[in-house]
């Protein structure tokens, strides 16, 4: 995760766990340039650059959600079913790179995606959010997660969805 403080971010250290981050777990850096932090910083920092540089987001959260790459590996978006789903993000792109770790082409297609949409998948590896204060990009995440797993749950039982939602043939457009 990262934050964005005038031309520099703080970002947390490669190979922290969100669930235990100590002080020592931030890294300060610049947005566009290299420091002393660099060494420390997440492998995921040129795609925080990115966004940033793309972006309005103040704040970035890049989690692995179970569910969230299980549909990701057949779908090339996420149109959540469920009612706070759709109400928050309607549909979640998902894009695709060779390299999934900290890699250019990574960067570019993620900053792409969240030019027009607040979260996007990376296929096979995990979810980028971003927001105005960190814990609205971790709501995001959050949320999403949530509603992955009912979308999967449902599939894995067989369930077809009656649909209740208005206007929700429109979901794919926005």
Known sequence: MSVKVGDRLVITRRGSMLGRLRPEDLIETG???????????????????????????????????????????????????????????????????????????????????LVEYKLCMLRGHGLFATGHLLEEAYQWASAFEASARIAYLVRAAGIRPVEYRKESERYKDW
């Open 31 to 113: 947005i566009h340039t290299d420091d002393s932090g660099i060494a420390l910083a997440s492998s995921e920092i040129v795609v925080h650059r990115a966004v940033y540089s793309r972006t309005a987001a103040q704040a970035i959260i890049h989690v692995h959600p179970p569910h969230g790459i299980a549909l990701s590996l057949e779908q090339d978006e996420i149109i959540p079913i469920d009612s706070e789903g759709s109400y928050l993000f309607h549909r979640v792109p998902v894009v695709a790179a060779e390299r999934t770790v900290g890699s250019d082409e990574m960067a570019e297609v993620i900053s792409s995606a």
